[in-house]
């Protein structure tokens, strides 16, 4: 059916940008998170304080990703309101019992899997959903609805650290289970216009009879080596992408002190980020075709800087400034990742294509801050952990660089397909013409005998 582009669609708008900014607001605000963390599970004799406490908000994030392709199978399966609800419901209980726990490695179960995966299968349907209700005002809605997540971004952090001071983590995290449940009646919203594959196949008997294996995990877009190129390019891009996130906030405090306001630094993040999604997104529109992605390029190229950068400020302000282009460009990134997709595979597959590409995105994700917590333990600074950080930007920058132009070499190879293809099509039409006037012409002069 056509969207109804309103109506009821601003009821899941509002739903939808409440869910994008709990998921990765929470995420995102893992920085002041991961320091209470190391004041309560802390100990002066574990020499892998560090190490141990960045995986489980590493882990946290990367299966928000790696669960992405499953969620779009359920998705399509079971429809958005039901994946969403049951995600919200996982996601609650995931935050709840990390909230009892006295030692820091339950939480990387019920925080950085259960809670996480929760996260992943409300996140996902709540940008399938919006397609239901939207098509000519689709990039004025999910432009809100992304805001929703630097909007979180900018207030979280003040508020988490307001908390642990006032009522200590665990309390903080029952707070937490409020945005969560609030996330849960939110899914409620998520009304389907358009049938699921459940539908489709049990019909009105009730009878659910799973589609083919094709449909429900369609690996044909790897065939497409421009998409092939990026959905392994950007992970390239991205070990040292999350590093900052989880271990700003203790660089700041082992650099200046607790005298620093490091709070300021997510909410510079948050802001431009913002902003670079509202700026790039309309950029985009008038870069034609795969030649978007050179926008892609640039942003990974500052991210890279601005992570390389990170250890050379020795004066506050500085580090504010870094965080402000930081922000600017990530906003970028994330801002063309649909529309590039639209561009390599098409309309017709950019969901499944769009779920692979975030699943690989996952190990990097996880491995990343972690392996920068194991470079703080051994040498007690973090400043080698963000000058590597920052290399895997760059080399994934440089690799996506190839893309347009082996796109464009796949385009004019399927405009030629069509061309051999009428061609054959036309000489079997003319000799099927041949064949049928050859035994038209006997029975004419047959019929005329007698």
């Known amino acids: 059916p056509e969207p109804p582009e309103g109506g009821w669609g601003w009821v899941v708008m509002l739903a939808a940008m409440w869910c994008n900014g709990a998921v990765f607001g929470i995420q995102n605000s893992c920085g002041v998170l991961f320091v209470s963390m190391l004041r309560l599970f802390g100990s002066s004799e574990d020499k892998q304080l560090v190490f141990k406490t960045a995986w489980v908000s590493s882990l946290s994030m990367g299966m928000v990703f790696f669960c992405s392709p499953i969620v779009s199978i359920f998705t399509d399966l079971f429809g958005c309101r039901k994946v969403a609800v049951i995600g919200a419901a996982v996601g609650l209980v995931g935050l709840l019992s990390s909230s009892f726990v006295s030692t820091i490695d339950p939480l990387y179960f019920t925080y950085g899997i259960l809670f996480a995966c929760g996260c992943s299968f409300a996140y996902q349907p709540s940008l399938v959903i919006l397609g239901h209700y939207f098509k000519k005002r689709l990039g004025l809605v999910n432009g809100i609805v992304t805001a929703g997540s630097s909007l979180f971004t900018v207030s979280l952090p003040f508020l988490l650290r307001v908390l642990i001071d006032s009522v200590d983590l665990y309390n903080t995290l029952r707070v937490l289970c409020i945005l969560m449940f609030v996330l849960f009646l939110a899914g409620f919203t998520y009304k389907p ?52 996130y989880v271990h700003l906030m203790n660089h700041v405090k082992d650099r200046f002190g607790d005298t620093a306001p490091e709070e300021v630094l997510l909410l510079c993040l948050g802001i431009t980020s913002g902003v670079g999604r509202l700026i790039f997104g309309r950029v985009a529109d008038y870069i034609p075709g795969a030649k978007k992605i050179y926008l892609q390029v640039a942003s990974f190229f500052f991210i890279g800087l601005m992570s390389m950068m990170i250890p050379l400020c020795n004066v506050f302000g500085a580090l504010v400034a870094v965080c402000l282009f930081m922000g600017l460009f990530d906003g970028c990134f994330i801002c063309i990742m649909a529309p590039i997709a639209f561009e390599l595979v098409g309309a017709q597959d950019v969901s499944q294509a769009i779920g692979f590409l975030l699943g690989l995105m996952s190990v990097p994700m996880t491995v990343g801050p972690p392996i920068a917590g194991l470079l703080r333990d051994k040498l007690g600074t973090y400043d080698l952990a963000f000058y590597l950080a920052g290399v895997p930007p760059l080399i994934g920058g440089a690799i996506l660089c190839f893309i347009p132009w082996v796109h464009e070499r796949q385009k004019l190879k399927e405009r030629a397909k069509p061309v051999d293809g009428e061609t054959t099509e036309k000489m079997l039409e003319h000799e099927s013409t041949l064949v049928s006037d050859t035994t038209e012409k006997p029975v004419k002069e047959l019929d005329s005998g007698f």
């Open 193 to 244: 216009l358009i049938p699921n594959a459940k539908d489709k196949e049990g019909g009105k008997k009730g009878k659910f009879k799973l589609p083919p294996m094709k449909k429900i995990c369609n690996f044909s877009v790897f065939k497409v080596l421009s998409y092939r190129i990026w959905a392994f390019g950007i992970p390239a891009a991205l070990f040292g992408y999350f590093v900052p």
